[in-house]
C-alpha cells in the first residue's frame, strides 16, 4: 500500500475550492465546505491522510513540507485553481521527483487530456467517481489495469485514457466518512453562513434526477441517476457523527437533491427523530407539504433552495424543473412549518435581461426567505451552459474568477454586457437585505445568542469588505 496523501491545496484567501463547494471561488462571507469527495476515497486507504489547507490556513511552504513526505499524493482541483495547483505540483516534483501524482475534480472528469498536457509533472487523472480507482492505485496495481483513470505512459509519452469505471449503483459500500474528519481535520474551521457553528456535511446520495444546464456535479462526475445509501446506513453514520462531534449544532445532507426521493427522506426523518439532532439538506422548491411535516419533525431546521430566477421562461431555459407559482407555495409551507430557507439566485443566465434581472430581485423580496445567496452564471467546463455559451458566443472570457479568487461575470448577451451583470449581484443583495424584515431578523438572531451577534457581526464586516474589493476590480 503506498503512503497515501489527499490533498486540498493552498489558494486564494479565503478561496472555497474543495470538492464539496458548488461555486469554487471566495463568498461574500469566509465559507468552507468539507471535502467528502477526499475523504471518501481516504476511508477506503488504510493509513492515508487528508489536509484540507484552506480552512486550515495551511500555506504552500507548509504543505509542501508534508507532502513530501509520501509516495501518493492525490489533488483535488477544479477550473479556477488549476493554475495554482499546477505550480504546486511543479514545486513538489522538483523536491520530490518520484512522488506519483494524480488529480481529481469535476475539471479533469471532463478535460482529462488537457490536463496531463497542462503539466507533465501530473501523473494521472481519475475521472469521475474516482473512489476504488484511487484504491487500486494505492494498492499499487498498474496504472494501465486501473478503469477510470487517464495517464501518461513513462516509456512513450503518450496519453492513455482507460475504460471508464461503472458507476457506483451500491453506495452502502463507501466506508463513513466521519471518521477521516475527525482523525484529519477540525470542525471549527468550517463555516457556512446560514448553518449553526460547527457543522459537519456528508453525502446519502450521488447525482441528481435534474437537468439543470449550469450545474456542475451531475453533468460531470455524480450523474443524472440519484443513487443513495440506506436509510440505516445514513443513521448508523449520524449516531457515529454525534459520539464524535458532540459539538456540532447541526449536519447538514450535500446531495444534489435530497428530496429527490420523498420516501427515503421521510424514512430518514423518521430514523433521525430518535436521535434529537438538527439537520438540513438541499430541496427542490416542489416537495409537499406533508413531506415537510415529516422532515421537520424529524429534525429538519432548513433547507437550502435553488430559485434561481423569477421569471418562468429562464428557468424554462435552463431546465429547472420548477414552477415561479408551485415555488411560492413550497414557501409559505416552509413557513407554516417553521422551516428556514436560504435561497439561491444566479443572474446572466441564458435569456437574462435587465428586466428579468429585476423580476428575480422582486421575486426574491416577494418570498422574503429567511437568507439569500446571488451568484453569477458560471459556464463550467463540461456543462451544457459552457456548451450553449460557445455555441452563441455568450462566452466572453474562460476565466471564472479574477487573481484573488472572486468570481466574476463570464457571459455576455447582446443587450446585457458583463458589466451590467456583474453590478447587479451588489443591487440584488442590497434589495433584499436593506429591508426591515432581514434586518428585524438578523437583530433578533442577534439578541437571542451572543454567540451567534459575534458571529453576524464578523460575517457584516466580511460582506462589506468582500464587496468594496469587488467593486474595485469592475
Known amino acids: 500500500m503506498l503512503k497515501t496523501l489527499f490533498l486540498n491545496p493552498p489558494s486564494f484567501d479565503g478561496f472555497d475550492g474543495g470538492a464539496g463547494s458548488r461555486y469554487q471561488a471566495r463568498r461574500e462571507i469566509k465559507s468552507f465546505w468539507?471535502?467528502?469527495?477526499?475523504?471518501q476515497p481516504a476511508a477506503l486507504i488504510p493509513g492515508s491522510r487528508l489536509i484540507d489547507a484552506p480552512p486550515d490556513g495551511i500555506t504552500v511552504e507548509q504543505a509542501l513540507d508534508e507532502a513530501v513526505s509520501y509516495d501518493l499524493i492525490v489533488i483535488h482541483t477544479s477550473t479556477p485553481s488549476l493554475g495554482n495547483d499546477i505550480r504546486f505540483v511543479n514545486t513538489l516534483k522538483e523536491r520530490k521527483p518520484d512522488a506519483l501524482v494524480g488529480f481529481v475534480g469535476a475539471h479533469v472528469a471532463v478535460l482529462p487530456e488537457e490536463t496531463l498536457r497542462a503539466c507533465s509533472n501530473i501523473d494521472f487523472v481519475a475521472r469521475k467517481e474516482f473512489d476504488f480507482t484511487l484504491k487500486e492505485v494505492a494498492e499499487g496495481a498498474p496504472l494501465s489495469d486501473v478503469l477510470g483513470l487517464s495517464y501518461r505512459d513513462p516509456q512513450t509519452n503518450e496519453i492513455i485514457n482507460n475504460p471508464e469505471r461503472p458507476i457506483l449503483t451500491d453506495l452502502d459500500q463507501l466506508p463513513f466518512v466521519v471518521n477521516v474528519y475527525k482523525e484529519n481535520l477540525t470542525v471549527e474551521n468550517y463555516y457556512i453562513g446560514y448553518l449553526k457553528h460547527p457543522y459537519v456535511s456528508l453525502y446519502t446520495g450521488r447525482g441528481c434526477f435534474s437537468r439543470c444546464i449550469f450545474c456542475l456535479w451531475p453533468q460531470t462526475i455524480g450523474g443524472h441517476r440519484y443513487r443513495v445509501r440506506s436509510a440505516d446506513h445514513v443513521y448508523e453514520e449520524l449516531k457515529l457523527a454525534q459520539k464524535l462531534f458532540p459539538q456540532v449544532k447541526e449536519f447538514f445532507f450535500d446531495d444534489d437533491t435530497f428530496t429527490d426521493n420523498r420516501p427515503r427522506a421521510e424514512e430518514i426523518a423518521g430514523k433521525l427523530k430518535t436521535l434529537g439532532i438538527t439537520w438540513s439538506c438541499n430541496a427542490k422548491a416542489n416537495v409537499p407539504y406533508e413531506t415537510l411535516k415529516v422532515m421537520r419533525?424529524?429534525?429538519l431546521r432548513l433547507l437550502l433552495v435553488g430559485f434561481?430566477?423569477?421569471n418562468q421562461q429562464i428557468l424554462n431555459n435552463i431546465r429547472k424543473g420548477i414552477r415561479?407559482?408551485?415555488?411560492?407555495?413550497?414557501?409559505?409551507?416552509?413557513k407554516r412549518l417553521g422551516i428556514k430557507i436560504h435561497g439561491t439566485f444566479i443572474l446572466g443566465?441564458?435569456?437574462?435581461?435587465?428586466?428579468t434581472m429585476q423580476q428575480t430581485m422582486d421575486y426574491a423580496r416577494e418570498l422574503d426567505l429567511d437568507t439569500i445567496q446571488v451568484s453569477l452564471a458560471a459556464p463550467y467546463p463540461g456543462t451544457e451552459l459552457y456548451a450553449q455559451a460557445l455555441a452563441n458566443g455568450w462566452l466572453k472570457t474562460q476565466s471564472l474568477t479574477d487573481e484573488h479568487g472572486i468570481q466574476g461575470a463570464s457571459l455576455e448577451y447582446p443587450d446585457l454586457s458583463r458589466d451590467e451583470i456583474f453590478e447587479a449581484v451588489g443591487k440584488f443583495y442590497r434589495r433584499f437585505y436593506m429591508r426591515p424584515q432581514p434586518i428585524l431578523r438578523?437583530?433578533?438572531?442577534?439578541?437571542?445568542?451572543?454567540?451567534?451577534?459575534?458571529?453576524?457581526l464578523r460575517e457584516g464586516y466580511e460582506f462589506l469588505r468582500f464587496f468594496a474589493q469587488r467593486e474595485q476590480t469592475v
Open 297 to 299: 419533525d424529524g429534525g
Open 349 to 355: 443566465l441564458p435569456g437574462e435581461t435587465r428586466e
Open 308 to 310: 434561481e430566477s423569477g
Open 324 to 334: 415561479v407559482d408551485r415555488a411560492r407555495e413550497f414557501v409559505k409551507n416552509c
Open 442 to 456: 438578523i437583530v433578533s438572531d442577534m439578541a437571542r445568542d451572543r454567540e451567534e451577534a459575534t458571529r453576524r
Open 34 to 39: 468539507y471535502p467528502t469527495w477526499l475523504a
